[in-house]
């Protein structure tokens, strides 16, 4: 490693700074700041810049409590001003990588990333890429930007190199401090400080030879979870037909110590990572005349739920002499996963544009989330703005069925079941509930 960069990193002088300040990215800004290093987030919305200032957090992963002490030390701040990168050492790239409506990559939130730090780079900058992305992109993309805009060479002047974020939200056991890093430099020398940085988190770092190999392994991560849910709701669904509950044979199969994984049947995939990731890489194996159809297929699949999940809701409002149109539906969990207010890319999404397309009327509850739009896609033409209802016994009594999407741990399903008309369950959430001639379960025989 070049002694003057490296020197900074060990004795924990070098300044950071992190371009967007989201769920991948503030918490690496705080744990750069907690390991002892200045770190400034470049953030494009003022209102986060504004709440991070004032030691305000608005992600789940990262309290006020964590962060009060980091800003009043003067080691984490943010603003909107690209120049704040002139005084920084170790640049990281943290912003959305979004397909569009025709599933191709949305690159646009990176170039500007790229072309913000440009001519501002200097000699010994590091700049590490960590939005999710196909291989190539920091090679292909992100190094002729960052080479033309400031005239220096990322062979022999900057390092730059790849290492995929790995946040998992909500996750209590694995964060920015314990979770491995894989890292991969444009050179071998790239490699080896943006390496030295990142176990100055606490974290072990796992070397690969280039940015491609670095990005492959984050596509190959999430594609395996999106190729096996896909195997789970595959098989759910062929075990309604036999009139087999599924998630009994999921807690069987658990029973086996080796060569299983657990994996579990639902409305949809949902979040920043698994409905995306996949579509990055099969666009990017077209490019090699390589059709990945086990990926696609694997999309197809998931995203085939949200409708199954609807028509769960029509069998049972049509077992009870009622038709989806004009039926009060009301969904339970908008979020992406359970316990946490990130609504990105949910299966509820669907599942509400659906209800809708088809005359339902709809509300929605979610202690995470307290307000939700939908629409403004072909689903639904006209954009529309929810609020989080309450769950009392007027809501439920209000609801010809209550459809739970995400099974938040705070939520008294109990209470649900005991009120709500008919309850349709995608994940298993009632499973300990009684009344269960009420509640139609994904995966399950459809009750008589």
Known sequence: MNGSLAEKIMRRTAHVAVIGLGY???????????????????????ERVEAI?????????????TLRPLVEDGLLRATT????????????????????????????????????????????????LQSTTYPGTTVEVVKPILERGSGLSAESDFYLAFSPERIDPGNRRWSAYNTPKVVGGLTAEATAVAAAFLR??????????????????????????????????????????????????????KTKPFGFMPFYPGAGVG?????????????????????????????????AMPYHVVELVRRGLGRAGKALKGAHILVLGVAFKAD????????????????????????YHDPYVPR???????FVREPITLESAPLDEATLRWADAAVIVTGHRVVDY?????????????????????????????????PS
């Open 271 to 303: 979040g920043h990572c698994i409905p995306i990731d996949p579509y990055y890489l099969l666009w990017k194996a077209r490019e090699y005349d390589f059709y990945t159809h086990f990926i696609e297929l694997a999309a197809e699949t998931n995203e």
């Open 81 to 128: 001003d690209y120049d704040a990168l002139r005084d920084a050492d170790v640049v990281f790239i943290c912003v959305p990588t979004p397909y569009t409506s025709q599933r191709t990559p949305d690159l646009k939130y990176v170039i500007q990333a790229a072309e913000g730090i440009a001519p501002r780079l200097h000699p010994q900058h590091l700049v590490v």
């Open 53 to 65: 200032n004032a030691a305000h957090s608005y992600i789940e992963d990262v309290g006020d409590d």
């Open 372 to 378: 939700y739009t939908i629409g403004g896609d072909v």
């Open 200 to 253: 100055q988190m606490g974290a072990p770092v796992h070397e690969v030879s280039s940015p491609d190999a670095a990005e492959l392994t984050k596509l190959l991560e999430n594609t395996f979870r999106a190729v096996n849910i896909a195997l789970v709701n595959e098989i759910a669904l062929l075990a309604e037909r036999m009139g087999i509950d599924f998630w009994e044979v999921i807690e069987a199969a």
């Open 24 to 46: 991948v990215g503030l918490p690496l800004a705080v744990a750069s700041a907690r390991a002892g290093f200045h770190a400034i987030g470049v953030e494009v919305n003022p």
């Open 414 to 446: 109990g209470h649900i079941v005991e009120h709500a008309a008919m309850v349709v369950d995608s994940c298993n959430a009632t499973a300990a509930c009684g009344k269960q001639d009420k509640i139609i379960r994904l995966g399950a025989p459809f």
């Open 340 to 363: 946490i207010g990130d609504a990105r890319n949910s299966p509820a999404l669907r599942v509400l544009e659906l209800l809708v397309r088809d005359g339902a009327e709809v509300r």
